[in-house]
């Protein structure tokens, strides 16, 4: 219920007036994702014991960053965008970073499927990594989401 209504507020407080539906598509796709590294972090860093969601919540972040589609065409960035007008210029850089997470994602699954959990807590570290190189050229300093 309070990640629900933490989304919720969240999604109305960055889309409720935005009429670009490429903003709101990508917004939406990195919050779920956010809300899944949350979770990651709940369960690897913190140790809440649902070691067993490890490998669901790494394959939803993983599903959601291949159903975003063209997730900044031209045009996209009229509106409440938070991102880097780079990201419409160095397309081969975005798109090498998106690799990269997606692969630093794959890891996470492959350890936490192995139950190796040094492994596990790397990969996820891994992740966050490869999240934050992208963050740090293309978003906004201060904004979320994209």
Not at 29 to 51: F, Q
Not at 70 to 86: C, E, I, L, R
Request: aromatic fraction near 8%; proline fraction near 3%.
């Amino acid at each position: 219920i309070v990640a629900c209504s933490l989304t919720a507020e969240t999604l109305s407080a960055h889309g409720a007036n935005e009429k670009n539906p490429f903003v709101v598509h990508r917004q939406g796709i990195y919050t779920v994702a956010n809300v899944h590294m949350l979770a990651l972090k709940s369960i690897i860093m913190l140790e809440h014991p649902s070691t067993k969601d490890i490998s669901y919540h790494a394959k939803a972040i993983l599903d959601a960053f291949k159903h975003h589609g063209d997730a900044f065409p031209k045009g996209s960035d009229h509106g409440s965008t938070h991102a880097k007008s780079d990201v419409w210029t160095q397309h081969k850089d975005f798109d090498k970073k998106q690799r990269a997470a997606d692969q630093a994602i794959e890891q996470l699954i492959l350890f936490a499927e192995q139950n190796d959990k040094h492994k596990t807590k790397q990969a996820f570290a891994d992740v966050s990594k490869t999240c934050k190189n992208c963050h740090d050229d293309y978003r906004k300093k201060g904004n979320w989401p994209f």
